[in-house]
């Protein structure tokens, strides 16, 4: 395998760990593209934390593996990541986690609405939606992610299960699975006040504009 693809990897489980947007136990898992290749790395532990390079494999986007050992537990959920890499080319980093808000969310086949600004600035004007329960890793399971994906969406969620994120980069999804849970915290803890309130389509819709602007531009320097 290619070590510099096996420390990519190794770093977005890192940063998985370190936003704390992730379950007591570390379970979840994490896939990068192979550019030019139909094929993905993927964690095949069972958790992210202290997660070395046996724990990476090499799969291919049609779900047979090609390098590294693969335990059970792992390849039950090898199809929700390739099927976000097929449908979804500009993908390149797909994340799983059981983070504790947004699974509670997942949990009562809840949507989280766009109650924080964060969530329109990266494309869940919307907010995050429910992809019906199926069988882990199961056909029907597939079936149900791949409807509730519209297209621009980075997020779903996964019914009695937890939560998918994918965007261009692993920085991005990192990215975007923090803002979720941050998300469905503030939802949950807003409820002690009346409840959260979702910001306006027309205000959702400028938020994710002027995000755009600022994306264009690039980096700032002085």
């Given at each position: ?23 007591a136990n570390g379970h979840g ?194």
């Amino acid at each position: 395998m290619d070590k510099a693809l096996v420390d990519e990897v190794l770093g977005a489980a890192a940063r998985v760990v370190g936003s704390g947007a992730i379950s007591a136990n570390g379970h979840g898992n994490v896939s990068l593209r192979v550019p030019g290749a139909e094929e993905m790395y993927f964690t095949a532990a069972p958790s992210l934390k202290g997660l070395g390079p046996d724990g990476v494999v090499r799969v291919g986007l049609d779900g047979r593996l090609l390098e590294g050992a693969l335990p059970p537990i792992q390849a039950a959920v090898v199809a929700m990541h390739t099927a976000m890499y097929q449908d979804h080319p500009d993908v390149g980093c797909v994340v799983h986690t059981h983070s504790p808000y947004a699974t509670a969310y997942a949990v009562a086949n809840r949507p989280i609405a766009c109650w924080i600004e964060a969530l329109a600035m990266f494309g869940l004007a919307d907010g995050v939606p429910v992809a019906g329960y199926g069988p882990r890793g199961s056909e029907q399971a597939v079936a149900n992610i791949r409807a509730a994906v519209k297209p621009g969406i980075p997020a779903v969620l996964l019914a009695n299960h937890g939560v998918l994120v994918f965007h261009r980069t692993p920085e991005l999804a990192v990215l975007v699975g923090g803002v979720v849970e941050e998300a469905a915290q503030a939802a949950i803890n807003a409820q002690v006040l009346g409840g959260p309130v979702e910001i306006p389509g027309d205000m959702r819709a400028a938020a994710l504009q002027r995000a755009m602007v600022f994306d264009a531009a690039g980096t700032i320097n002085a």
